[in-house]
């Protein structure tokens, strides 16, 4: 298979979150049938949805190159979630590593695992202000328009996601 550019988003709200994030991008580069071509800085955000009174997010959006068909991408997201003893008992709940498929090229793909380009990600802020970093002309196959400008009609709540600055 020729490979394909493929987005990803990943975000952590439990435990040493920098360090999940970080060490999930190293899995992603340890994979021969995935090159991470650039990620966005770290953004910290409230939680949305879910659980009420949930630790804050860190979230970041992944450029890759891949040869795995979607479902195998998937399969092997699935598998660095489990490293980190992932939990999926709570919808939208606390997690240590939540990593999501954003687009697969301009492909567009549901079935009762996985939907392309990921359903909602046009409404989240912190989906598609980093996103909106390594990818901004990027044009979503469904509504027909690119990132930055999903991200303007956001409007203002776009001021409310800060670059993390652990500092």
Same mark, same amino acid.
């Given at each position: 298979?020729?490979?394909?550019?493929?987005? +990803?988003?990943?975000?952590?709200? *439990?435990?040493?979150?920098?360090?999940?994030?970080?060490?999930?991008?190293? @899995?992603?580069?340890?994979?021969?049938?995935?090159?991470?071509?650039?990620?966005?800085?770290?953004?910290?955000?409230? =939680?949305?949805?879910? %659980?009420?009174?949930?630790?804050? @997010?860190?979230?970041? =959006?992944?450029?890759?190159?891949?040869?795995?068909?979607?479902?195998?991408?998937?399969?092997?997201?699935?598998?660095? #979630? +489990?490293?980190?003893?992932?939990?999926?008992?709570?919808?939208?709940? %606390?997690?240590?590593?939540? *990593?999501?498929?954003?687009? @697969?090229?301009?492909?567009?793909?549901?079935?009762?695992?996985?939907?392309?380009?990921?359903?909602?990600?046009? /409404?989240?802020?912190?989906?598609?202000?980093?996103?909106?970093?390594? =990818?901004?002309?990027?044009?979503?196959? +469904?509504?027909? /328009?690119?990132?930055?400008? +999903?991200?303007? #009609?956001?409007?203002?709540?776009?001021?409310?996601i800060i670059p993390f600055d652990k500092?």
């Open positions: 298979m020729i490979p394909v550019t493929s987005y +990803l988003a990943i975000g952590s709200n *439990l435990g040493d979150r920098i360090v999940n994030i970080k060490k999930s991008i190293r @899995y992603l580069k340890s994979n021969q049938r995935i090159k991470v071509k650039s990620v966005s800085r770290i953004y910290e955000t409230p =939680a949305q949805g879910g %659980p009420k009174k949930q630790p804050q @997010y860190l979230n970041t =959006a992944v450029k890759i190159k891949t040869s795995l068909f979607p479902l195998d991408l998937l399969n092997e997201l699935k598998i660095i #979630e +489990l490293e980190f003893k992932r939990s999926n008992s709570v919808r939208w709940g %606390p997690r240590t590593i939540d *990593l999501d498929i954003l687009f @697969y090229d301009d492909l567009v793909f549901i079935n009762n695992r996985l939907s392309i380009p990921h359903p909602l990600m046009h /409404k989240r802020i912190f989906v598609l202000k980093p996103m909106s970093e390594i =990818a901004p002309h990027f044009i979503h196959p +469904l509504y027909k /328009k690119n990132i930055k400008d +999903l991200l303007n #009609e956001l409007g203002r709540d776009n001021e409310k500092g």
